[in-house]
């Protein structure tokens, strides 16, 4: 017979159709709670509230950092939920279970100088020339002109592009689609690139690595540290982060948030409001260097006093 867990992961990927990253990620959390329910000697299904608050300070033990264990919480949640919906349970015995507040930081992004300065090459000319090279650049231009995720970058076919209208389709959470715009030095990237890739078929992955096989989203990690590391003096740049900074440079400069909603491809516009936070602090602190009232505020200013006193939510 299949497992609950198993039936609930088929249900995940075949009705609710999440990616195999969110479905990998919900097996790890569950076959960790089932391993903790077999040393405990207790019943996944039957687990009640007090195993579930068991479960959580163990992990706390562990030296867990709050978010990890929030993130435990929310996979048992959706588990038993799906239970109770299929009237396998009574109720669900995580539902008033509480984690620990996490301390949550805003995100960091690049300013503006930063973030030209990553995009304008520096190699020589030969170096320039080299497919790698030439990926790499259209690959940073994509992330940062359309602000996408990294798993909507790799799943990217050629026929997904339209360099003539300027768009691209993408496929992001919960395999809905979307179109976002392409800037024209993105574009520019991209034309540079497929000219040099030659794809014979619109069904072809956009990006290759090794073999001309779909490239990975770790190997993408880490050529953008490394071109970060020689144009940033810094390797610590990530995919998301170059996300973060579209929406914050994009509310900067238009102030419309439904519209980078939109283009972000988020569900909720509250998860879109983190970048009227950090908008807000690049404010204050120009504020706080320009205005001579400023300069009673003491030494960090008001962009300290505009800082959140509790964190708030980023997602994807």
Known sequence: MT?????????????????????????????????????????????????ITGYLGYLHSKGLKPRTIQRSLSALRSF???????????????????????????????????????????????????????????????????????AELVALNVGDVDLNSGFARVTGKGNKVRDVPLGRYCVRALRTWLANSQPTDLR??????????????????TRIKKVAAERLGDNALHPHMLRHSFATH?????????????????????????????????LAKVYDAAHPRAQNQGKEGIAAEAAPTEGHKVSG
């Open 3 to 51: 497992s609950p867990v198993e039936e609930y992961l088929n249900y995940l990927s075949i009705e609710r159709r999440y990616s195999r990253h969110t479905i990998e990620a919900y097996r790890r959390e569950l076959d960790k709670f089932s391993a903790f329910c077999a040393r405990e000697n207790f019943d996944l299904v039957k687990a009640d509230t007090s195993h």
């Open 204 to 221: 072809a992955p956009l990006f290759t690595g090794r073999g001309q096989q779909r490239i990975s989203p770790r190997t993408v990690q």
């Open 80 to 150: 038993y939920k799906y239970l109770q919906k299929r009237r396998r349970i009574r109720q669900n015995p995580a539902s008033a279970v509480r984690a620990p507040k996490a301390k949550n930081a805003l995100p960091k992004v690049l300013d503006t100088d930063q973030a030209a300065r990553l995009l304008e090459s520096r190699a020589g000319a030969d170096d320039r020339q080299s497919p790698q090279s030439i990926r790499d650049q259209a690959i940073l231009e994509l992330f940062y002109g359309a602000g996408i995720r990294l």
């Open 250 to 282: 994009m509310l900067e400069s238009s102030g419309d948030l439904r519209a980078i909603q939109e283009l972000l491809g988020h569900a909720d516009i509250a998860t879109t409001q983190i970048y009227t936070h950090l908008d807000f602090q690049h």
